[in-house]
C-alpha cells in the first residue's frame, strides 16, 4: 500500500509500484490537466507537476517514488492564483494551441512561490524543461511577468472579450485550455470505449510472407485483431494521389517502417499495445531506396510506376544560357536540407463512435474534416452522409496532420465491432508513422548586370518525397513557383521533382517547399552582392517585386505589395548590427496552381443571448476561432453575446483544409458575407426575434492557374504574404536578436499576429541551427523527442516583430495569411548572419550548432 496526498486529499495506492503517476492521475483519476506529450520520454514537461513543493515529470514518475508525498496538480491550486496565471498566460497571447499550457502554469508557480519578482533569465531558467511549439517562448515570458506583477499588487487581470478587428481580443476558449479543462481528444470518455494500437513494418522495404495473429488474439483483454483483409472498403488513401494503404497485406512489399501491417483493439491501450508485440510477421528483406537523386534511376522502383512523383518545369523571359552569358556576374552553388520533424506536443489521436444508421462520427484533430470524411466514408464502404467529421482542436499540427493517420483505423475498428474506439499513437510512433519536412537538393545559378539587377535564374530542384505522395507534388510544386524567392528576374529557368525513397513520407508543414528555395535563393543573393561588390539591403530593395514587377512564374503583381516596406521597416537595424544577416520571404495564400479554393462560413443565431459560428476549419493554436469572432463582432456589433464556433462535417458547411495561410483570408471574406447578412436584418429586428435563422456566405477562387501552363498573365496564386527579417549576432557567434517585419495587410488581432511570428521565428531558427531527423537506410536512427533539436526557451532571443499593412485588395478587411511565411526568411537570414561573422559560407542545414 502506497499512502500520499493528491491535492490535499489522502489517497491509498495498491496498484502496480511501476506504474508512472502521469497515467494514474489521468486514467484513474479522471485528472488530465497534466498532458502527454512525449509518452514517457521526459522531453516536453507538458506533464509537470508539483511534488513536496518541488517540479516532476509525472510521465517518468512511478507510484512507488510517491509514497508519503504531497501532489499537487493545476486542480488543487488555490483559486485566486489559478485564476490569475491563466488569466495572464491568456492576455498575452502566450496560449496557442494550449497542450503545454497547464505544463508551464505548473512550474509558473513554484518560481513565483520562491521568487516574487523573476528576471528574464530567472523564468528561462526555471521553465527550461518545457517545451512549446507554438509560441516562440515570448509571450510565455510576457505572461509570467505579468502573474507576478498582477499578484504582487493584487490585481486582478481583464480579459477581452467580443471586440471587433485591430484588438487584443483573448484567443477562443484559452482560459479553459490553460487550466486543462478544455479537452483534447486523449482527454475524452465514453462508455464502453475500448482502445486500438497498431503493428507496423520492421523494415522500410520487405516482402510480406505471413502476418500470424494467433498469439495476440489469446493475450486475454483482446476483443479483435485487424489486418488489411478486414477493411470493407478502398484500402489506399491518399490526399492528392491514393497510393497508400491503410494497412499492408500479406504478400505486398512495405514502403517504409511506417506502413501499417495490424491493428489491435483490447480492453484497454496497454492490452492492445503487449497484443501488438504477439504479432508475428515473416518478412523477405529487401535493399532499401534512400537516396532521392539515384531513385531517378529506377534501379529499384518504390512504386511500380517509377520513382519519378511529379515534375513541374517552366522557362520563362527567353533563352537562360544567352542570359547568363550577358551577366556581368554569376554566382551558383548546390544546397542542400535536412528531414524535419513537425514537433506538435499532442500526438495523433481519434475516437470513432457508432452513429445511427449504422454510420460512424470521428471526433478528429485533423487539419481537414472534410478530407477525413472523404477517405473514411471510402474506406468504410459508406456514403459520405454516414460519416460525420468532428474536430477536436488540436495540439498544434504546423501542416502534419493533413494526412490520414490513425483516424481511417479508428473508424474502420468502430464499424466492424460496432463499438467506440479510440487510437492514439505513442510519441515514437508518431515520429515513425507521419509525414516530415522534405529533404531538398538545389543547384542554383544566379546573375546580375553591373548596375545590380538581377538577369537570370537556374534552379533545379529534387525533393526526396519518402514512401508516399502525400503532397509531395505540390509541395515542389510550390517550390519551383517560388524559386526566384521575392524577387523580379527577367529569365528563369526551373525544374522541380519530387522523387519516391523508401525513406518516411514527407508532405506539408510550415512553408511547403518555399523554405528550402528561399533558403538557396537569399543565400545565392548575399553571395552575388559580395563578388558584385553590392550592399546587400539595397540589392535586395532594387530587386524586390513591387507592382508591375513579375514572380518566378510570370504572374504580373498588382496592388497589395509590400515587400519593399518590410525592408524598409528592417534597414535601420541592419545597419547597426556588428554581425547581421538579412532575407526576405514570400509565400503564397491560398492553394492556388489552378486549384479552387473555397470556404462557407454560417452564423445561426440560438437566442438574443447566443450565436454559433459553423465553419470547416481546424483551430490548431492559430486562432482562426477567434478571428471568425472578431470579424463577426466587427461587422454586427452586438458584443455582450455569447459566441460559440463549431467545426463539423454535421453542418455540411465547407471550409476545405486549413492549410496555406488562407484560413483567415477564405473564411474571413465567407464570414463577412454572412455577417452582413444578418446585419441587415437587424436593422429591423432584434436579435432574439431572429432565433432559429441561419445565415451563409460563400467565397471562392476559381480563377488561378498552374505554373509551366502557356497562359497569357499567368495568376498562381490569388494572394501571398510578404516579410524580411534580420537575425543579429552576438561577439560569439550567437543569436542575439530577430527583427522580423511581416506584411500582414490588416492586423486583425495584434497578440496573435506577434505570437505567431514569434513562433515561427523560433521554429526558423531550429531550422537553421538544430533540427533533423536523422535516417539509417531508411530507419530511425532515433525516435527520441530530445533528439529532434526543438529550440526550448533557453535558447530564445530577443524577437522584434514589426507589423506592415499594406492591404490586400481581396482580403477581410485587407487582411493576409501569416501562419506559415513567419519563418520563411529566418534560416537564410542566420546563415547569412554567420557568414558576416566568421566568413564561412554554408550551404546544407542544420549547421549544427547552439542557437545562442
Known amino acids: 500500500m502506497i499512502e500520499f496526498s493528491l491535492n490535499g486529499s489522502p489517497i491509498s495506492f495498491s496498484g502496480k509500484e511501476d506504474l508512472f503517476l502521469l497515467t494514474w492521475l489521468r486514467e484513474d483519476m479522471g485528472i488530465v490537466s497534466p498532458k502527454n506529450g512525449c509518452s514517457g520520454q521526459g522531453a516536453c514537461g507538458a506533464c509537470l507537476v508539483e511534488i513536496d513543493g518541488k517540479p516532476a515529470l509525472s510521465c517518468r514518475t512511478p507510484m512507488k517514488k510517491v509514497k508519503g508525498c504531497k501532489i499537487v496538480t493545476i486542480e488543487g491550486f488555490d483559486l485566486k492564483l489559478k485564476d490569475t496565471l491563466a488569466k495572464a498566460f491568456v492576455k498575452k497571447g502566450a496560449v496557442q494551441c494550449g497542450f503545454c499550457t497547464p505544463g508551464f502554469l505548473a512550474r509558473t508557480k513554484l518560481l513565483l512561490e520562491q521568487n516574487t519578482c523573476p528576471s528574464i533569465e530567472d523564468i528561462k531558467k526555471a521553465l527550461g524543461a518545457n517545451l512549446c511549439r507554438c509560441t516562440g517562448y515570448a509571450k510565455i515570458i510576457d505572461a509570467v511577468i505579468l502573474a507576478a506583477q498582477s499578484l504582487k499588487d493584487k490585481k486582478e487581470i481583464k480579459l477581452n472579450e467580443n471586440m471587433g478587428i485591430g484588438k487584443n481580443q483573448s484567443k477562443h476558449d484559452a482560459y479553459l485550455t490553460a487550466l486543462g479543462k478544455r479537452e483534447f481528444i486523449d482527454d475524452m470518455r465514453f462508455e464502453g470505449m475500448v482502445h486500438g494500437a497498431l503493428k507496423f513494418s520492421d523494415h522500410p522495404r520487405a516482402r510480406i510472407l505471413s502476418i500470424k495473429i494467433e498469439k495476440a488474439q489469446k493475450l486475454p483483454g483482446v476483443v479483435r485483431v485487424f489486418t488489411a483483409k478486414d477493411i470493407p472498403g478502398q484500402r489506399m488513401t491518399g490526399i492528392i494521389h491514393q497510393d497508400w494503404p491503410a494497412m499492408v497485406l500479406e504478400g505486398e512489399t512495405t514502403r517504409y517502417i511506417g506502413d501499417v501491417l495490424a491493428g489491435v483493439v483490447a480492453i484497454d491501450e496497454p492490452t492492445a499495445r503487449n497484443a501488438c508485440q504477439l504479432i508475428d510477421v515473416e518478412y523477405e528483406v529487401l535493399t532499401p531506396v534512400i537516396d532521392p537523386v539515384e531513385a531517378l534511376k529506377d534501379e529499384i522502383k518504390v512504386h511500380e510506376k517509377g520513382n519519378l512523383l511529379s515534375k513541374t518545369e517552366f522557362i520563362r523571359g527567353g533563352d537562360i544560357d544567352a542570359a547568363f552569358k550577358t551577366s556581368a556576374h554569376i554566382v551558383s552553388a548546390q544546397y542542400r536540407t535536412q528531414l524535419v520533424e513537425h514537433g506538435f506536443l499532442e500526438t495523433e489521436t481519434a475516437i470513432a463512435k457508432p452513429i445511427k444508421n449504422n454510420g460512424v462520427q470521428i471526433y478528429t484533430q485533423s487539419q481537414g474534416i472534410y478530407e477525413d470524411r472523404h477517405t473514411i466514408s471510402n474506406l468504410l464502404g459508406l456514403a459520405k452522409e454516414k460519416v460525420i467529421a468532428t474536430l477536436v482542436p488540436?495540439?498544434?499540427?504546423?501542416?502534419?496532420?493533413?494526412?490520414?493517420?490513425?483516424?481511417?483505423?479508428?473508424?474502420?475498428?468502430?464499424?466492424?465491432?460496432?463499438?467506440?474506439?479510440?487510437?492514439?499513437?505513442?510519441?515514437?510512433?508518431?515520429?515513425?508513422?507521419?509525414?516530415?519536412?522534405?529533404?531538398?537538393?538545389?543547384?542554383?545559378?544566379?546573375?546580375?548586370?553591373?548596375?545590380?539587377?538581377?538577369?537570370?535564374?537556374?534552379?533545379e530542384i529534387i525533393g526526396d518525397t519518402g514512401a508516399y505522395a502525400s503532397l509531395g507534388s505540390e509541395v515542389l510544386n510550390r517550390a519551383a513557383g517560388h524559386a526566384a524567392g521575392g524577387y523580379h528576374v527577367p529569365v528563369v529557368a526551373v525544374v522541380s521533382k519530387a522523387v519516391y525513397t523508401n525513406n518516411l513520407p514527407a508532405g506539408a508543414m510550415r512553408g511547403f517547399g518555399v523554405n528550402q528555395v528561399t533558403f538557396a535563393m537569399e543565400c545565392m543573393v548575399d553571395e552575388l552582392c559580395e563578388k558584385a561588390g553590392l550592399n546587400p539591403w539595397q540589392f535586395r530593395f532594387d530587386n524586390a517585386l513591387k507592382k508591375g514587377s513579375m514572380t518566378a512564374t510570370g504572374q504580373v503583381m498588382g496592388d497589395g505589395v509590400g515587400l519593399r516596406d518590410t525592408l524598409l521597416a528592417v534597414k535601420a537595424d541592419y545597419d547597426a548590427a556588428k554581425y547581421a544577416g538579412l532575407a526576405l520571404g514570400i509565400k503564397n495564400i491560398g492553394y492556388g496552381n489552378g486549384l479552387i479554393d473555397e470556404s462557407e462560413a454560417q452564423i445561426e443565431v440560438v437566442s438574443g443571448k447566443k450565436i454559433i459560428i459553423h465553419h470547416g476549419w481546424t483551430e490548431m493554436g492559430q486562432g482562426v476561432d477567434t478571428i471568425a469572432r472578431q470579424i463577426l463582432t466587427q461587422v454586427v456589433g452586438h458584443k455582450e453575446i455569447e459566441i460559440e464556433v463549431v467545426s463539423s462535417t454535421a453542418s455540411e458547411i465547407v471550409g476545405g483544409t486549413t492549410t496555406a495561410s488562407r484560413g483567415t483570408f477564405l473564411l474571413g471574406n465567407a464570414l463577412i458575407m454572412a455577417a452582413q447578412k444578418l446585419k441587415k436584418q437587424l436593422k429591423t429586428r432584434k436579435l432574439s426575434q431572429l432565433s432559429g435563422q441561419k445565415f451563409t456566405g460563400r467565397w471562392v477562387c476559381d480563377w488561378t492557374t498552374q505554373p509551366g501552363k502557356d497562359v497569357e498573365n499567368p495568376q498562381t496564386h490569388f494572394a501571398y504574404g510578404y516579410a524580411a527579417q534580420v537575425v543579429c549576432l552576438d561577439d560569439e557567434g550567437r543569436v542575439d536578436k530577430v527583427v522580423a517585419a511581416h506584411d500582414a495587410g490588416c492586423v486583425i488581432n495584434p497578440n496573435l499576429f506577434e505570437g505567431q511570428i514569434q513562433g515561427a521565428v523560433m521554429m526558423g531558427l531550429g531550422y537553421a541551427f538544430t533540427e533533423k531527423l536523422d535516417l539509417d537506410r531508411g530507419h530511425l536512427v532515433s525516435s527520441k523527442m530530445v533528439k529532434l533539436g526543438l529550440p526550448k526557451i533557453k535558447s530564445m532571443p530577443q524577437i522584434i516583430v514589426r507589423a506592415v499593412e499594406v492591404k490586400d485588395p481581396k482580403g477581410p478587411f485587407g487582411a493576409k495569411g501569416v501562419g506559415e511565411i513567419g519563418l520563411v526568411p529566418t534560416a537564410p537570414a542566420a546563415i547569412n548572419a554567420l557568414y558576416q561573422f566568421d566568413k564561412k559560407r554554408r550551404y546544407e542545414l542544420p549547421v549544427g550548432q547552439r542557437i545562442r
Do not use: W
Open 394 to 459: 488540436c495540439g498544434g499540427a504546423f501542416g502534419g496532420k493533413e494526412d490520414l493517420t490513425v483516424q481511417g483505423h479508428a473508424a474502420v475498428f468502430c464499424y466492424l465491432l460496432k463499438q467506440t474506439v479510440k487510437v492514439r499513437l505513442s510519441r515514437d510512433e508518431s515520429i515513425r508513422m507521419h509525414v516530415k519536412r522534405h529533404p531538398f537538393v538545389m543547384n542554383y545559378k544566379l546573375g546580375c548586370d553591373t548596375n545590380g539587377m538581377l538577369t537570370a535564374l537556374s534552379a
